[in-house]
């Protein structure tokens, strides 16, 4: 949203189609600003949104359809625009399939986990998302493709679904490490001696709340440390993650959040002494930037990105010389052994810690970034 801020005294017009969850119209000097719900979204409210995202991500026929309907809200022809931006890969395939002129820019994201699937496990080259993947990098109707990028992994993905190196569309580069430093204020630590605990994510296999669980009771029956843990999200495992919190005894030190916007969730941030985190790389940057310790599972080029951004003694990355896919109850165990040696750690040193070693080497705040991909979209528009 505030990307297009830098557009208000651009001499063009934008009209701007979304589907951002509580972001409604917004206002523009030059254009408007459109809201509609029936875009993909990752996040489904009901089984009937459900089904809707599931084939308007693996149906091309039903999206392009669907989006079809959908820009009938624009106020001109699709084909009379100067340039399209399709945010994400699901729109940019429907797009390019009625979509006549070359004039389409495709963002894509999370392009570290995807890589390493590929490069991993042959059965990805023939899935039929990386097929459709595969036809953006390489079509002619696509003008450039840019990636949001903390490392090399979407370089590594562009080669491997390039066909043709001289034809393909543009690769762009932007780099946003996700740094949005801010400066919150002071931290309190250890509230009255009790380690708070944080995990932020969504509730689906894989995303390590079990494992945060059993940290926290192993905490408490082996270590005899006070402990409390707040629990942000939701999914499909929450039922299992409540039952497994009773069936340990965890209920009195474990609190359920839901899922919170990034406004709510300062709270939790700036409350946390420890941030477990088992996947993705927002949440280690957000706790980072509320002045809380991380403790992470390897993921992508994780303890690359943190060690050139911060100082080794905020953050503790686990298990970095094993893959983060599909991974076995082996690597979960040591996951565990190093998190709670992680923990002790912390719990003994805390003092040693203060609030300006969060101060990361290289701050980028979103306005920046803003102006960074305005000038790269308006030397595409008049360059």
């Not at 990098?137 to 390039?162: A, C, P, Y």
């Not at 991909?373 to 528009?381: E, K, N, S, T, W």
Request: glycine share 4%.
């Amino acid at each position: 949203m505030k990307v297009l801020r830098h557009f208000e005294t651009c001499d063009c017009v934008i009209h701007f189609l979304h589907n951002a969850p509580g972001q409604y119209p917004l206002n523009l000097t030059n254009g408007k600003s459109f809201y509609h719900d029936l875009l993909f979204c990752n996040v489904a409210g009901n089984n009937l949104q459900k089904m809707h995202n599931i084939l308007f991500k693996y149906s091309a026929i039903y999206a392009s359809i669907m989006l079809k309907r959908i820009i009938k809200i624009l106020p001109f022809s699709i084909d009379d625009y100067d340039l399209i931006i399709a945010e994400g890969w699901v729109i940019a395939h429907a797009v390019i399939t009625f979509v006549k002129t070359r004039k389409i820019i495709a963002r894509i994201y999370g392009t570290t986990d995807l890589t390493e699937k590929i490069e991993r496990n042959a059965f990805w080259k023939m899935n039929p998302f990386l097929r459709k993947l595969r036809t953006i990098v390489n079509s002619n109707k696509i003008r450039s493709i840019i990636f949001n990028s903390t490392g090399s992994r979407s370089r590594d993905l562009f080669n491997l679904l390039s066909e043709n190196k001289t034809n393909s569309p543009q690769a762009v580069y932007l780099d946003m490490p996700n740094i949005l430093f801010v400066m919150p204020e002071v931290k309190k630590r250890m509230v009255n001696g009790t380690l708070n605990l944080l995990h932020v994510g969504r509730m689906i296999e894989n995303r390590g709340f079990d494992l945060t669980l059993k940290i926290l009771d192993i905490l408490r029956r082996n270590h005899k440390v006070s402990v409390k843990a707040v629990l942000v999200g939701d999914g499909p495992v929450r039922e299992e993650l409540e039952e497994m919190c009773r069936q340990l005894h965890l209920s009195d030190c474990v609190r359920f959040t839901g899922k919170l916007d990034i406004n709510q969730l300062e709270k939790y941030y700036m409350d946390a002494d420890i941030l477990l985190n088992c996947y993705g790389f927002n949440p280690v940057i957000e706790g980072l930037n509320f002045k809380t310790f991380v403790i992470t599972r390897e993921y992508g080029e994780m303890q690359y990105i943190l060690e050139r951004y911060y100082a080794k003694k905020i953050f503790r990355v686990c298990v970095k010389d094993q893959p983060f896919v599909n991974i076995g109850d082996d690597i979960k165990d040591r996951y565990i052994e190093e998190a709670i040696s992680a923990v002790k750690s912390y719990y003994e040193n805390v003092t040693d810690i203060a609030d300006k070693d969060f101060t990361p080497r290289v701050s980028i705040n979103i306005d920046d970034f803003g102006h960074q991909v305005f000038h790269y979209y308006h030397d595409a528009i008049f360059g």
